[in-house]
């Protein structure tokens, strides 16, 4: 028993720890999938608006996280269909509501493996038992949903509705017999793959 005890002790003691800490409160990674996910659920907002229309867009009923950034996705796309934008209603021949269904991140584990656990030691709090990964995958995967409707500036009438259109991104990382893992993800221009070989505590996997 006591030798079981000094070799888990030294598993222990001899795996790489690394801390790392996001100075900001939100990391950059949330916030690229939320955004990219944004980006191509505007994309598809097809609103049958007649090029040179004056447009005022109303974001009353827009929330969620990085709302500014979608709703900028959204102007965009109103100027790429030919609509002139104005900064009040008062100047408009047509409002858009633009409203969001979602502007989140979800999260995925999977784990064939002993998951990492804590080892009470007496007189001296506890220590952190590594995860052996046979195989993992731990996905996040940023959600936009997006919806417009377009009604006449003065009496209220439909002009065109679009929507709701979605949009998803993902970053996915894997392990694979321990020591050899890879990222993916669709966050750039192309999907990227980062390959590394490190230590078992390292706390990258995470």
């Not at 598993?11 to 720890?17: I, P, Q, R, Y």
């Not at 999977?110 to 995860?131: V, Y």
Request: with cysteine; proline share 4%; aromatic share 10%.
């Amino acid at each position: 028993m006591h030798a079981f005890a000094l070799f888990i002790l030294a598993v222990v003691l001899g795996a790489c720890t690394i801390s790392r800490d996001t100075t900001p409160p939100r990391a950059a990674t949330e916030q690229l999938l939320i955004s990219a996910a944004a980006d191509r659920a505007a994309d598809r907002l097809a609103l049958q608006i007649p090029r040179d229309t004056k447009v005022f867009v109303d974001a009353t009923n827009f929330e969620g996280y990085d709302n500014k950034y979608a709703i900028g996705t959204v102007r965009d796309r109103l100027l790429k269909q030919g609509a002139r934008l104005v900064a009040d209603r008062a100047g408009a021949n047509t409002v858009v509501e633009v409203r969001s269904g979602a502007l989140s991140v979800d999260e995925h584990k999977t784990l064939f493996g002993i998951p990492s656990f804590d080892i009470p030691i007496p007189l001296a709090g506890a220590l952190k038992f590594p995860e052996i990964a046979l195989f993992k995958k731990h996905k996040w995967e940023g959600i936009a949903k997006i919806a417009a409707t377009g009604y006449d500036a003065k009496g209220g009438t439909l002009v065109a509705s679009s929507g709701p259109e979605y949009g998803f991104s993902h970053k996915t990382y894997w392990v694979v017999m321990l020591f050899i893992s890879w990222t993916t993800d669709d966050l750039g221009p192309n999907v990227n793959r980062r390959w590394e070989i490190f230590d078992a505590g390292d706390s990258r996997r995470e």
